[in-house]
Every structure is written in structure tokens, then in C-alpha cells.
């Protein structure tokens, strides 16, 4: 006789939201076997043993209750949304109750914070709080010189495709390696600079970072208030829409927080109606000549009636003083992040709070030292100076992609993984990521789309199009 | 004499035991850092090819305390 786990294995593996909820609606599946499910899988692979991946840092103790009460209230007809019983990671530097947010920081490991703003409008729509996803510690904001997914509480984050082979990417690393891996039905991520777009393409998921501001940053652990924002991390495009859709919303304790009425929201059958046909996209030289993946994915986007310019990398725009900003901002946001939405338990109020206690034991706590935060406290700038920093490098990273698009009339620009984050960052502009097949070693690669603020309808669109032209992404072989 | 040369070769092992026990802690101190505003390696803090990791399992998850609130769920879920 089978197991229930091999049994459920078809019903589950690789299956989009939609899909996962019609095998809820037909009986094949409730939501606490969905989540048991989840569960089997990550004490089956993540930790302790040769295939490990170390992608999740806390599970929720309560998950499989809550699934049992959303299997009655499935019954009871109050399912408003697809990601109502999808059990859910969360990066762990993202508020949620039940579970310490550590940021991957031994400094943190007993702040039970209340939910953050995101994890709310989840749970409003009935999502399942599995638990949180390792992450490069203080979302890579911290350590000099040290890997991608290290995080001192977590350990070291691996990739699916190539343990110890292959990085993988960060700082979102446990969410693109869970999701990845088929341990959760999608997760959030956080990008500052790539650090949704590096994970999810190095693990062949699909990654959008949004506008700054669509999403909210209340109850997230910061590196800039400038250009931090949350985002989905899924196995697909149309649940990446799902995601979005959930989390997105006006949240008033949010500066950059933007009011956005989306008719029907993200994930309806819009996504299908807008085609490729006509679309002009910007494709870059220097990657057309290096890259064969690339070559291939604009020849499916031709073929699909996208029109593509060849566009060359504009190296006159510079990205001056990028490091400073995040130091100037983590220097302030840190410690509204400690006083407003950490749990009181915790002491630290300043970075320099943070180091002074790392310092306790330095070979445990931060084997790989702690630099960053060193120069978040050496650096020093007036006001004045530091809204210079921000209004150049704003209007330089909006000239990098404006200049292109009104040029050429484009719809948006084509890159690989990460490669453009750091414009797309200062810009505020939104990208998203997509599987597009695998280098000689067995690397992922995604291509990346990026449009102008508040595209993100767009993006999905020519992105599912893509995907579904393509289908590129493949499990790991090892973890089926 | 040759009590003195053991004496010697005691004191020079002892000597050199406690200077790498130095070293093993200087490496996890930061030299003194110096604001570099020219600094524009915007993907240092997404992606790095690192493969030499100095520590891969977590000191602070204990697994067993991990999975103790799923133990009884998780029973049937044999392979």
C-alpha cells in the first residue's frame, strides 16, 4: 500500500495555486493535508542530512490547526480568494506572530513581533502562515565578504540544482530554495537591490520585486526605507498574481505606501488576454553577444510578435554613493524598525547596539564579521547631503531606463536575473523574473523583465506569456 | 642542561599554541573601515560565487525541538 505522502505527490508537486485549489474543491486534497504535506517534505529534506538545503529557519507550531479550521470554513463557503489554505513562508525579517523575526541574527532571536501589514492582508484572505525561509543575515546587509543564504541562525542556505556548487542568490535564499524545492505553495521575499530578482532566478522560480511603495514595509525588518520593498517568490507566474494580489494595499504607517486601485486585481483572466503581439522590448548588446539563453528567449519572444531593439549598456550613468544611501538609511530605520515593531523583550535599540553585541561571540555570531554594519556607523552626512544622494541616484536610475524606452517607444527591457537591480532599485521601478533554462553546469537563469512604475499588470502578462510559451522551469531532480 | 633544553621546548610549544589561538579570533575582527563613497558594486548585496563556506549547519536550531509540535501529525507519513 502506498503512503499518503506518495499518494498526494501527483496531486501537489509542481502544481499551480488554481490547480491545488481545484483538487480542494474536488476532494482529492483539504488543507491540512496540503500543509502536512509541506511539512513531511521539509523534515524529509531541509536539515540534517546529505541532500539538505537549510532554506527554513521557524516553523508556525499552530499551522496544522489552522489548516483544519480553513478546511470548515472552506465548507463553509468563505473562500474569497485563490490563496485562501495556501500555507505560505515568509523571508524571516518579515513580522509574524507565532514565530521569532530574527532577520537570521542571533541579536534578534527572541523578538516575537506582532504581524506586519503584509502578513495581515495574508491572513485576511485566508492564507496559511507555514513558517519563516532562511535569508542572508540582515538581508545581506551585514557580513564584508560571505555567501549568499548565511545566516547565523539558519546556517548556511543551498541550492537545490547544486549543493555547495551553485549559489543561491540572496538575500531572499531560503524563499527562492523552499519554493524551489515544492516545501511551501509560494513565499515573500524582500529586494533592497536584487534580492528577490537574484534568488528566485538562481533557483528557477519566478521573482517580482513591485513599485516601492504597492507594497508595504510596516513590520519588516529594514536595510532602506528608500528602496526596500516585500514581494512573491513562486514556482509560476499566475500564482506570483495570486500573491500579489494578496498582498498588496495602502498602509497609512508606510511613507512610501501608494493608494492603487487594480479594477479586478492582478490575477484574473487578465493575464492571458494581453499577448506579446506588438510589444517592443529593449534587448542589450553586450547580453546577446555572451549569453545563448538569452539569444533563445528573445527568439520565443519574436516568435510570440514581440518587437525587439538592440539597446546598449549606458555606461555614462553611474550609480554614485548607492552604499552610502543604504547606510544612511538603515542608520535610521533600524532603530524605528526596533522601537515601533520589535518585541519589547529586545534591548537593542542602533546598529551600533547590534555590533557591540555581536562582539560577545564573534566566532558563533558572526563568523564571517559583521564590515557592513562597521560602515553603516562610519559614515556620517548632513540632511542636505543625504537628499542629494537620493535625488541623483533616483534621477539617474530613472534616465538608465527612461532614456531607452522613450527613445525606441518601448514597453519595457529585457536583462538576466539580477543584472539590473540596482537601477531598477533607484529608479523605484518594478521587474520580474522568469525561468529560462539552465547553464552547462546545471545553473538557473531567468530572464528578467523590467517596465515603468506600477507596470507590475504588464510585467505579469508578458511574463506568463513567456512562461507558458517556454514552460523552461524543471524541478530539481533530487527532491522529487 | 638537558632539563634546561626540555624546558625550552616546552615553553617555545606552549608559545606557539597561543599565538594561533589569536589568529583563529583576529580573523572574525574587522579591520577599521573606511566609508568608500566611490563604491558602486550595486550586486554586492544579492549575489556572490562563493563556494568556500566556513560554516554550513545552524548552531541554534535543534531539530529535534524543531519538529516536537509535529511529531504525532507527521507519524502516518511514512514513505
Known amino acids: 500500500m502506498k503512503s499518503i505522502y506518495n499518494n498526494l505527490k501527483p496531486f501537489v508537486l509542481e502544481q499551480d495555486i488554481p490547480t491545488l485549489q481545484k483538487h480542494i474543491t474536488s476532494g482529492e486534497l483539504s488543507y491540512e493535508k496540503l500543509t502536512k504535506f509541506y511539512l513531511y517534505r521539509i523534515r524529509k529534506f531541509d536539515r540534517a542530512n546529505n541532500l539538505s538545503l537549510n532554506s527554513v529557519i521557524a516553523l508556525n507550531p499552530n499551522v496544522i490547526q489552522q489548516a483544519r479550521q480553513k478546511d470548515k470554513e472552506f465548507l463553509n463557503k468563505k473562500m474569497k480568494h485563490p490563496i485562501f489554505g495556501m500555507p505560505i513562508l515568509l523571508k524571516d525579517n518579515v513580522n509574524a506572530s507565532d514565530m521569532p523575526t530574527t532577520a537570521g541574527a542571533v541579536a534578534l532571536q527572541d523578538n516575537n513581533a506582532e504581524d506586519a501589514f503584509i502578513v495581515k492582508q495574508l491572513k485576511k484572505q485566508g492564507a496559511l502562515i507555514l513558517g519563516k525561509a532562511n535569508l542572508s543575515e540582515w538581508a545581506y546587509f551585514f557580513c564584508g565578504e560571505c555567501p549568499s543564504g548565511y545566516s547565523a541562525i539558519g546556517g548556511q542556505t543551498l541550492n537545490p540544482y547544486g549543493r555547495k556548487i551553485i549559489d543561491t542568490g540572496g538575500s531572499s535564499s531560503g524563499s527562492g530554495v523552499a519554493t524551489s524545492a515544492n516545501f511551501c505553495a509560494a513565499s515573500i521575499g524582500s529586494e533592497t537591490s536584487g534580492s528577490i530578482l537574484s534568488p528566485a532566478s538562481q533557483n528557477s522560480v519566478v521573482g517580482l520585486k513591485p513599485t516601492i511603495g504597492l507594497v508595504s514595509r510596516s513590520g519588516i525588518i529594514p536595510i532602506s526605507s528608500t528602496l526596500d520593498t516585500a514581494g512573491p517568490i513562486t514556482k509560476n507566474v499566475i500564482d506570483n498574481a495570486i500573491l500579489l494580489d494578496a498582498i498588496f494595499g495602502e498602509d497609512k504607517s508606510d511613507s512610501k505606501s501608494i493608494f492603487a486601485l487594480w479594477g479586478n486585481g492582478f490575477y484574473v483572466d487578465e493575464l492571458v488576454s494581453e499577448g506579446l503581439k506588438g510589444k517592443r522590448f529593449g534587448a542589450y548588446k553586450e547580453m546577446l553577444e555572451k549569453e545563448p539563453l538569452y539569444v533563445s528567449a528573445i527568439e520565443q519572444l519574436k516568435k510570440r510578435g514581440a518587437e525587439i531593439v538592440v539597446i546598449e549598456e549606458n555606461e555614462d550613468i553611474k550609480l554614485p554613493d548607492f552604499l552610502r544611501l543604504l547606510n544612511l538609511d538603515m542608520q535610521k530605520d533600524l532603530p524605528i524598525y526596533l522601537s515601533k515593531y520589535a518585541d519589547d523583550k529586545v534591548a537593542l535599540k542602533s546598529v551600533e547596539d547590534v555590533i557591540d553585541f555581536n562582539l560577545k561571540d564573534s566566532i558563533h555570531i558572526m563568523p564571517y564579521g559583521q564590515a557592513l554594519f562597521k560602515g553603516i556607523v562610519a559614515d556620517k552626512a548632513t540632511d542636505e547631503e543625504f537628499t542629494l544622494i537620493k535625488e541623483i541616484l533616483k534621477t539617474n536610475g530613472k534616465h538608465y531606463f527612461d532614456d531607452f524606452i522613450k527613445t525606441n517607444q518601448l514597453d519595457g527591457v529585457l536583462s538576466i536575473n539580477n543584472y539590473h537591480a540596482g537601477y531598477a532599485a533607484v529608479a523605484e521601478y518594478p521587474a520580474i523574473t522568469v525561468p529560462m533554462g539552465y547553464k552547462e553546469n546545471g545553473a538557473p537563469m531567468g530572464l528578467t523583465f523590467i517596465g515603468k512604475r506600477l507596470s507590475e499588470k504588464q510585467l505579469l502578462q508578458w511574463a506568463y506569456n513567456y512562461e507558458q510559451a517556454t514552460k523552461m522551469r524543471k524541478a530539481p531532480v533530487n527532491y522529487n | ?79
Open chain 2, 1 to 79: 642542561m638537558k632539563y634546561f633544553y626540555y624546558l625550552l621546548i616546552i615553553v617555545f610549544v606552549f608559545s606557539c599554541k597561543k599565538e594561533t589561538q589569536k589568529t583563529t579570533t583576529s580573523d572574525i575582527e574587522d579591520k577599521a573601515v573606511e566609508v568608500d563613497s566611490s563604491n558602486t558594486d550595486i550586486s554586492a548585496i544579492s549575489t556572490k560565487d562563493f563556494t568556500e563556506f566556513k560554516v554550513l549547519d545552524s548552531k541554534y536550531i535543534n531539530v529535534d525541538n524543531f519538529w516536537k509540535p509535529f511529531n504525532k501529525d507527521l507519524e502516518k507519513y511514512i514513505q
